[in-house]
Each structure stands twice: as C-alpha cells, then as structure tokens.
C-alpha cells in the first residue's frame, strides 16, 4: 500500500468516526477515491459542502 493509500485509509475511518459527518458523505468520497476521481482538497471539499448543505435542507424538511 502507497503513502497516499495509507493517508486516505486514516482519513476514511476519522470520517466514519466522526458523528457529525453523514454516512452518505464519506460514502460518497470513497467511491470517488476508487474511481480515481479524487485529486484534489479542492474536490473533497466540493463533495463535504455538498453533502451538508443537503443534509441541512433534509433536517429542515
């Protein structure tokens, strides 16, 4: 396993652990990560404030 492997395995489960980030977020980052669509901060976090602003809208709901 590669360094960046490594460093995305780690930031995965912080993710997963954390209770204020939704399921469907890091769901969401993964299966980007293993598309290869991942390439930057940029991207994630373009998918995190996606992900809470409909999460936001579906508490509201």
Do not use: A, C, H, R
Not at 1 to 17: A, Y
Not at 27 to 39: A, F, P, Y
Request: hydrophobic content about 35%.
């Amino acid at each position: 396993m590669g360094i960046q492997e490594e460093i995305f395995e780690v930031f995965f489960k912080k993710l997963e652990d954390d209770e204020n980030i939704p399921v469907s977020i890091v769901e969401e980052l993964k299966k980007l990560w293993e598309s290869g669509e991942i390439t930057s901060q940029e991207k994630i976090l373009e998918v995190v404030k996606g992900g809470s602003e409909n999460g936001s809208k579906n508490q509201n709901d």
